[in-house]
């Protein structure tokens, strides 16, 4: 008898998501489910090749390997000793199952369970549409530059800062689009404008810290912290402003909060896409993160698909209340 479920999943977005030369509508997501010691405990893996290496195919055979090993819910055993390092993402969703069940059967959040002073609420950036021309009045919005000119940008930019209140600020990501003299030249047009960071603005890390030594605008870095082959310098040498971390990219979460702890710097917790239980994850996760910190996340709202059967409610304040009891914290849409 398996000691969880696994379910495959095509989960359809409201809109076409567009990414350079790359465009998709459905996101193939893996569920896992258990309802050992009478709670239904859920996590999920939704394979990210270009950050993780890791394929859909390896990390649903992964799971379904797992699920029929004795002891893999037993929390007494590291999640590596079932599934092993080079499958993050099937790692990040056996543990998420792991807590889940645990902290429904203590009756406390995930969050809370892993650190009683958790955050009992978590703040979200929205992302602007670029084809909109009105833009949210949430404290932090997230603006995609870098693929047309930087002219272009900086007038855009320039144009949207005039826009919006003086509570809100810009995060603008270029996802490595630049080259140095590129981005040093949009960070000088647009140092008086509300920016909280520019994130990825080249591709090669010793360009991006020669910018943050020649600019005012904070530097996130995200592509090559959330890559297994980069990560372990960029994390020893904690050279940049702020850490944008996406969870399922490092697989346990011992070794995510491991990985944070090393650092002393500004950390936001983001998503790819994910489906609703590894979202319901990343937002336990980062109540974790605030314990220290005040910062607001990069984590997609439950709108994101038409058929995704989980949500978490977001408040007037752009924000998600993380539940004292219930482990994840997801509600049926039903």
């Known amino acids: 008898m398996a000691s969880f479920d696994v379910y495959e999943r095509e989960l359809k977005l409201h809109d076409t998501f567009n990414r350079g030369s790359h465009s998709f509508e459905l996101r193939k997501s893996i569920s896992l489910h258990s309802a050992t010691q009478n709670v239904h405990a859920y996590g999920e893996s939704c394979p990210m090749p270009s950050y993780a290496g890791e394929t859909y195919e390896a990390s649903l055979e992964q799971l379904q390997r797992a699920s029929e090993m004795t002891e893999v819910l037993d929390p007494q055993h590291p999640v590596e000793d079932f599934i092993a390092d080079e499958f993050p993402c099937a790692q990040f969703a056996l543990d998420t199952l ?75 990501d270029a996802n490595g689009h630049w080259s140095k003299e590129q981005a040093l030249q949009f960070c000088d047009s647009v140092k008086e404008l509300p920016i909280d960071y520019i994130e990825d603005p080249c591709l090669k890390p010793e360009d991006m810290l020669d910018i943050k030594e020649h600019s005012s605008i904070p530097i996130a870095i995200d592509q090559l912290l959330n890559q297994s082959g980069t990560r372990t310098d960029i994390i020893k ?44 994850a990343a937002r336990q996760l980062a109540a974790i993160v605030d314990t220290k910190q005040n910062e607001w996340h990069g984590l997609s709202g439950d ?11 977001l408040n007037d304040e752009y924000a998600y209340t993380i539940p004292e009891k219930g482990g994840l914290g997801c509600l049926n849409n039903d």
């Open 98 to 172: 792991r807590h889940d069940i645990q902290a429904q059967l203590q009756e406390k959040s995930i969050a809370r369970l892993i650190n009683s002073e958790a955050a009992a609420f978590v703040n979200i950036q929205l992302t602007h549409d670029d084809q909109s021309q009105q833009i949210s009045d949430c404290p932090r919005v997230k603006y995609k530059v870098g693929s047309l000119s930087v002219e272009d940008d900086i007038q855009r930019i320039t144009y949207l800062c005039q826009h919006i209140n003086n509570k809100t600020q810009l995060r603008l």
């Open 303 to 313: 709108e994101l698909f038409v058929n995704d059967y989980h949500r978490m409610d």
């Open 237 to 280: 040498n904690d050279s940049f402003d702020i850490y944008i971390f996406k969870p399922m990219c490092f697989g346990s979460f011992d070794k995510l909060l491991a990985a944070m702890q090393k650092l002393n710097k500004r950390i936001i917790i983001s998503d790819f896409f994910n489906g609703s239980i590894a979202r319901c």
